[in-house]
Nanobody
Framework: VQLQASGGGLVQPGGSLRLSCAAS????????MGWYRQAPGKQRELVAG???????NYADSVKGRFTISRDNAKNTLYLQMNSLKPEDTAIYYC?????????WGKGTQVTVSS
């Protein structure tokens, strides 16, 4: 399984970005998919996750601002990020979890700054 995240960039506080993660392989539709982020000097943390059935969960820090979604027909995971804050600045990674096997893609940088 290969994962490729895209859509990061520089945005002003209060702005929006939409991240995408394209997945190769046949497991996408049955995998638990998640977005993680890692800021400088901090541990990687789960931002949002979505099950194969569509159930979602979010970190408290992004609830109400971020929306995770998946398109199984396109093997693509999305993260819509609104009302961005400077503390959202990080490298964002997508992850596919199938049983105990996890797969990571290269991250995409999100910088929120005026």
């Amino acid at each position: 399984v290969q994962l490729q995240a895209s859509g990061g960039g520089l945005v002003q506080p209060g702005g929006s970005l939409r991240l995408s993660c394209a997945a190769s392989g046949s497991i996408f539709s049955i995998a638990y998919m998640g977005w993680y982020r890692q800021a400088p000097g901090k541990q990687r943390e789960l931002v949002a996750g979505v099950s194969s059935g569509g159930s979602t969960n979010y970190a408290d820090s992004v609830k109400g601002r971020f929306t995770i979604s998946r398109d199984n027909a396109k093997n693509t995971l999305y993260l819509q990020m609104n009302s961005l804050k400077p503390e959202d600045t990080a490298i964002y990674y997508c992850n596919a979890l199938l049983g105990v096997q996890g797969y990571w893609g290269k991250g995409t940088q999100v910088t929120v700054s005026s």
